[in-house]
């Protein structure tokens, strides 16, 4: 099948907000972020659980799940800002005691990856991979006007959206084979096998990649659109 992201035909019709307008405000939070306070952070948060729960536990689920992964970078993140290059000295106070300041810095940085963690995993539930590429192709559609293949790029992030999932698939197959056998030994087994599965795959027939053709943006999105952005930028006075 062939990639109808980037042809002149109607585009089928978009259930709820559209997917370039979710990536567009993920991005447009994902800037403003770093002048969010404590409090706001919080609230953006709260704000992107409370939707998950909404939406299923599966979605919250995802989101903690994610989360969980990334505790170490972000205990990381803490303890680079509390100790390894906190702010200058605080004059009364042990050198070994951060301040408030720099609590608040550690926190607010490692809050910022908190949100976009759960924003991303919010938007990769509820926007399929394939939508999520065509409305990626539709926010870089004027880059045509300048000789970028657009039909090109759809086709290859196709391709790569599709081949994420599998490959995650195949790590986990691979290393549960082998779960139980001593560490070093059975990751070593794991990678082989891993490695020979992707050959056989990739002596397989040559898949086609395609895209949904996405219908334009309706009013009610550009009112939606309008409304975050306008969240995201009142979050930064909090």
């Known amino acids: 099948m062939r990639p109808a992201a980037g ?8 259930e709820g907000f559209h997917p370039a307008f979710r990536i567009l405000l993920l991005l447009v939070l994902a800037a403003m972020l770093f002048r969010y306070s404590l409090l706001a952070l919080a609230l953006v948060l709260g704000a992107l659980l409370a939707a998950a729960a909404w939406s299923g536990g599966e979605t919250l689920r995802g989101i903690l799940k994610s989360l969980r992964r990334i505790r170490w970078l972000l ?19 042990p050198g070994y005691l951060p301040s408030w300041s720099e609590l608040d ?18 938007l990769r539930s509820h926007t ?13 559609r004027p880059l045509s006007l300048a000789g970028v293949d657009i039909e090109t790029f759809a086709r290859r992030l196709a ?19 082998r779960e139980g056998q001593r560490a070093f030994a059975g990751w070593g087994d794991a990678a082989a096998e891993l ?28 009112g939606l659109l309008a ?12």
């Open 7 to 14: 042809g002149s035909t109607p585009g089928e019709a978009v």
């Open 75 to 93: 205990l990381s993140i803490v303890v680079i800002y509390l100790w390894v290059a906190p702010e200058p000295g605080v004059a009364g106070r």
């Open 105 to 122: 810095t550690a926190l607010r940085r490692s809050g910022v990856l908190v949100v976009l963690v759960a924003a991303v995993e919010l």
């Open 128 to 140: 399929g991979a394939p939508r999520m590429a065509a409305g990626l192709v539709l926010l870089l």
């Open 227 to 238: 409304a975050g952005v306008a969240a995201c930028l009142l979050g930064s006075t909090l």
């Open 195 to 222: 490695v020979r599965d992707i050959e056989r795959g990739a002596a397989g027939p040559v898949q086609d990649a395609s895209l949904p053709s996405l219908a334009q943006p309706r009013t009610r999105d550009w």
């Open 159 to 177: 391709l790569t959206l599709d081949s994420v999932p599998l490959t995650a698939e195949r790590v986990a197959r691979a290393g549960g084979r």
